[in-house]
């Protein structure tokens, strides 16, 4: 099961996310897998300048979204994969009220949750 993440944990994931080059770097992070990336690679894929990298890499980091390591004279970026997996869960954990709603991956349990509308 997916660990649950508090409200304001989700609006910091999803603020950070909400703009073009971090959203762009996390989903860079999450194809590069547990290896990660050193951060001169992630510039040079996405053309993001350094020093705008950078910010972009700490507002992630701060999130809670990517998490760095020095190796060497690198430091390698990479995707919080539980932190993503629970911030899918909070986003979906009341899918549909409850109702099947047929998309894949997630699981609406009718039992636990009452129907949209009722009392």
Do not use: K, W
């Amino acid at each position: 099961m997916v660990d649950s993440i508090e409200s304001s944990r989700a609006v910091g994931a999803l603020g950070a996310l909400a703009q073009e080059h971090r959203l762009a770097v996390f989903r860079l992070l999450v194809q590069a897998g547990p290896e990660g990336l050193a951060a001169g690679e992630v510039s040079a894929r996405l053309g993001v300048p350094p020093s705008s990298l950078s910010f972009h890499l700490a507002q992630l980091a701060q999130a809670g979204l990517v998490s760095q390591e020095r190796r060497s004279r690198s430091i390698i970026y990479r995707a919080d994969l539980a932190a993503m997996n629970a911030l899918i869960g909070y986003l979906t954990e009341n899918c549909c009220g409850g109702i099947d709603c047929g998309v894949e991956g997630v699981a609406c349990d009718a039992a636990s949750e009452p129907a949209l509308g009722a009392a």
